[in-house]
C-alpha cells in the first residue's frame, strides 16, 4: 500500500496539468503583484486632487444646482444631503495598498477559482487513467480496487492542499514590498497572521474538498470530460436556481454559500416576514455547519463511487 | 490444498448488459484446466471470448456465473504477487520513461527497483529505456509490456496476445523468452491468433469459439482431431514401397509430390523402415507429417458458425 501510495504520488506530482496549473498561479500572483505595485502609491495625498473635485462638484450640484431650489415639505435639499469632506474623499479614493485588508480578502475570493482548479486535476487525475486504460495494467499489480481509490484520493488531497498554502504563502510574501513601498502594513499582528493562516487552511481544505468531488465524479463517471461537465452543471446552473427558490430555504444545503461560509465571507441572510417586506442582511457565520456538510457531501460520493468501482467491469 | 492445476476455469459465464440491445453472451460456460508448467495457447477467433475470459481470471471482470481459480485461488488479490500479465495492447504513462514506468510499478508492487535494468536488457529494451514511451513503437511497447510481467518474477504468466505487432525477430525472441520461462518451471498462458507460433511453442492448447472451448489437450491430441498421426515416406520405389506398407497394414496414399502418406502411430517409424528394408527398399526420408494447427483451427472453428 505504501508503494502503491507513493507511486500515485509522484505520478501526480508529474501531471502536466497540475505542473502547468501551478507555473500559471504563480504567474499570476507575480502578474498580479507588479500591476498591484504600479497602480498603488505610498501616500494618501494621492488622492487629493480626485477628493478636491469630488467635493467642489458635490458642493456645486447641492449648492447651485437646480436640485437646490426644489422644496419638499419644507426642507431643502441641502438639509437632508451633505457632501464629504476632502479628508472622506481622500479615503474613497485612497489608492494606497492596504496589506492586511488586501491580503485577507484576495485570500478569500482566490479560494473559490483554487476550488474549481483542485476539481479539475483531481478529476482529470482519475479520468486519464481510465481514458488511456491505464487502469487495467494498475489493477494487475493491485487488484484491490478499495487501495486504488484510495491511492488517488490521499495522494491528490494532500497534494493539493499543500500546494494552496504554498501558493498563498507566496502570494503574501509577494505582497510585503507592496504594502512596504505602496501603501501602508499596520495591523500585521500575530492575530492577524493567525487569522490569515486560518483562511490558508480552510482554503486548502475547499481544494481538497473540490478534489474528492473531481475523483469521486470521475470515478463514477470513468471520464475527465463528463465529471467536468455535471461539476460544471451543477455549480452553474443547479446551484444558483437552487439557492434562489423557496425563500433561499435550499442555500444552506447547497454549495456554494457553504463554500463561502466556510471560507468566513458574509452571506446573504433574510430576516424578516414577506408580509412586511424581507430585509436582507450579510452575515459572517460560524463555518462549523459547513465543515461537517461538506465532509459528509465529499464521503458520501467517494463512498458511492467505491461501490461503483468495486462492482463494475473494468473493460 | 493446492491444485497441481495453475488455472482452472469452470463453467464460466460472462454476459455483458447493452445498452438498449440484448445481452451480448461472451463466454458461455467455459470449463478449462492449464497444468502447472510449460506453455499453455489459448486460441479463438476475433469475438470468441479469449480477452474476457482472462479478464475474469485477473479480476477485472465479474462472472456472471462459473468460478476461476488461479494458483489454487479463487480470490486474484490473494495471487496477484506470482501472476505477471498483460491484457490486450499493454498500457503505460507515456509521458514517463520505459525505465521510470517499470520502476512505479516495481513500487505498487513491491517489488526491488534493482530488477528493473535486468528485465529491460531481457527485453532488448536498454537502449530505449529512457526514452519516453509515447515515443516507443507497438513492438516496443509489446516488450516494455513483457518486461513488466518479467519483473514480478512470476510463477503464471497470463498474456494476451503478447506477440503481437512484434517483427519476425522479435517474433523469434519472445517465443524464445516463452520457452526459456516455461522451462524454468514457470506456466505461461498465452492466447493469441498466430497459430505457427503457437504450434511451435505450446504444449497444450485450447480452442474457443463463440465463447465456448472446442478442444482442448496436449498438441498432438489435438492435432489428431484430424485424422491422426501420418508419416511422410520418400523412397526410390514408390509404388512398390507403397504396396509393401498398405500389405504389412500401414495404409499409404501418393502425396503428388514423389512421396507417399502412411498412416500410422507415432510409434511405428522403426516398424516402417524394416519392413521395407526386408524388401530391400531403402526409405530417403521419413518423417512426421505436420498437421498445422491452422487448419484443425479453421476446421473446428469454421463448422461453428
Ligand atoms: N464491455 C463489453 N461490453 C459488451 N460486450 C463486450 C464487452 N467486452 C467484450 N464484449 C464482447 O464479448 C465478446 C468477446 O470479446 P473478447 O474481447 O473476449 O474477444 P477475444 O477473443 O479477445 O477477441 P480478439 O481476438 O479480437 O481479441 C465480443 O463479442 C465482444 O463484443
Ligand atoms: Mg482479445
Redesign the pocket.
Known amino acids: 500500500m505504501t508503494g502503491l501510495l507513493l507511486a500515485e504520488a509522484r505520478r501526480f506530482l508529474s501531471r502536466r496539468s497540475f505542473r502547468v496549473i501551478g507555473v500559471l498561479a504563480v504567474v499570476a500572483v507575480i502578474g498580479a503583484g507588479v500591476l498591484v505595485f504600479v497602480e498603488s502609491s505610498k501616500s494618501l495625498s494621492a488622492s487629493l486632487p480626485q477628493a478636491k473635485q469630488m467635493v467642489t462638484e458635490c458642493h456645486q450640484a447641492i449648492g447651485s444646482g437646480p436640485t437646490a431650489r426644489i422644496r419638499n415639505g419644507g426642507l431643502t435639499v441641502r438639509d437632508v444631503a451633505s457632501c464629504p469632506t476632502i479628508r472622506q474623499a481622500e479615503i474613497l479614493f485612497d489608492k494606497r495598498f492596504h496589506y492586511t485588508d488586501t491580503t485577507k480578502s484576495t485570500t478569500q475570493n482566490v479560494a473559490f477559482p483554487l476550488f474549481f482548479l483542485a476539481f479539475a486535476i483531481a478529476a482529470s487525475f482519475v479520468g486519464a487513467e481510465w481514458a488511456t486504460g491505464m487502469m487495467t495494467t494498475t489493477l494487475t499489480w493491485e487488484p484491490r480496487r478499495g487501495r486504488v481509490l484510495l491511492a488517488k484520493v490521499i495522494p491528490a488531497l494532500l497534494i493539493l492542499g499543500a500546494a494552496v498554502i504554498v501558493l498563498f504563502a507566496f502570494m503574501a510574501v509577494v505582497f510585503i514590498p507592496i504594502g512596504v513601498f505602496r501603501g501602508i502594513t499596520t495591523g500585521m499582528t500575530a492575530s492577524f497572521w493567525g487569522h490569515l493562516a486560518g483562511l490558508w487552511l480552510r482554503a486548502a481544505l475547499i481544494a481538497m474538498f473540490g478534489a474528492s468531488l473531481g475523483i469521486g465524479l470521475a470515478t463514477l463517471a470513468r471520464n475527465t470530460v463528463a465529471a467536468l461537465g455535471i461539476g460544471f452543471v451543477f455549480v452553474a446552473i443547479l446551484d444558483p436556481i437552487f439557492s434562489h427558490l423557496w425563500r433561499g430555504r435550499f442555500g444552506p444545503w447547497l454549495l456554494m454559500q457553504n463554500l463561502q461560509r466556510a471560507m468566513r465571507m458574509p452571506i446573504e441572510h433574510v430576516v424578516g416576514h414577506a408580509a412586511f417586506g424581507n430585509q436582507v442582511t450579510m452575515t459572517v457565520q460560524s463555518a462549523t455547519r459547513p465543515a461537517i456538510l461538506l465532509s459528509i457531501y465529499a464521503v458520501g460520493l467517494l463512498a458511492a463511487a467505491y461501490a461503483t468501482f468495486r462492482a463494475r467491469?473494468v473493460? | 490444498m493446492r491444485s497441481v492445476n495453475a488455472i482452472e476455469v469452470s463453467s464460466l459465464r460472462k454476459s455483458?448488459r447493452?445498452r438498449f440491445r440484448s445481452e451480448?453472451i461472451?463466454v458461455d460456460g467455459l470449463d478449462l484446466e492449464v497444468p502447472a508448467g510449460g506453455v499453455y495457447g489459448f486460441l479463438?477467433p476475433?469475438?470468441?471470448?479469449?480477452?474476457?475470459t482472462i479478464r475474469c481470471l485477473l479480476g477485472l471482470v465479474r462472472p456472471t456465473d462459473g468460478e476461476c481459480s488461479v494458483l489454487g485461488s479463487t480470490h486474484f488479490p490473494e495471487v496477484v504477487r506470482r501472476v505477471g500479465s498483460i491484457v490486450e495492447t499493454p498500457t503505460f504513462f507515456g509521458g514517463f520513461s520505459g525505465r521510470r514506468n517499470l520502476e512505479l510499478l516495481a513500487q505498487i508492487g513491491e517489488v526491488p527497483r534493482t530488477r528493473v535494468d535486468g528485465v529491460l536488457e531481457r527485453v532488448d529494451l536498454a537502449e530505449a529505456a529512457d526514452d519516453r514511451v509515447r515515443t516507443y513503437s507497438l513492438g516496443m511497447k509489446q516488450r516494455l509490456g513483457m518486461a513488466a510481467v518479467l519483473l514480478k518474477d512470476p510463477e503464471l504468466l497470463v498474456l494476451d496476445e503478447p506477440a503481437n505487432g512484434l517483427d519476425p525477430a522479435g517474433l523469434k525472441e519472445v517465443r524464445d523468452l516463452l520457452r526459456d520461462l516455461a522451462d524454468e518451471g514457470r506456466t505461461v498462458f498465452i492466447s493469441s491468433?498466430l497459430l505457427h507460433e503457437v504450434q511451435l511453442i505450446c504444449d497444450s492448447v485450447a480452442i474457443?469459439s463463440h465463447g465456448r472451448c472446442i478442444a482442448q489437450g496436449p498438441v498432438d491430441e489435438v492435432l489428431q482431431v484430424r485424422g491422426g498421426n501420418a508419416f511422410v515416406v520418400r523412397a526410390p520405389k514408390l509404388r512398390e514401397a507403397k504396396s509393401v506398407l498398405t500389405k504389412a497394414g500401414y495404409p499409404s496414399t501418393f502425396r503428388g509430390d514423389q512421396s507417399l502418406r502412411v498412416v500410422a502411430d507415432v510409434s511405428a517409424a522403426g516398424r516402417i523402415t524394416k519392413t521395407l528394408a526386408e524388401k530391400s527398399i531403402y526409405l530417403t526420408e521419413l518423417r512426421p507429417e505436420e498437421i498445422s494447427l491452422e487448419a484443425v483451427f479453421l476446421e473446428l472453428t469454421g463448422d461453428v458458425s
Open positions: 467491469d473493460t | 455483458f447493452r451480448k461472451a479463438g476475433n469475438g470468441s471470448g479469449k480477452t474476457t491468433h474457443m
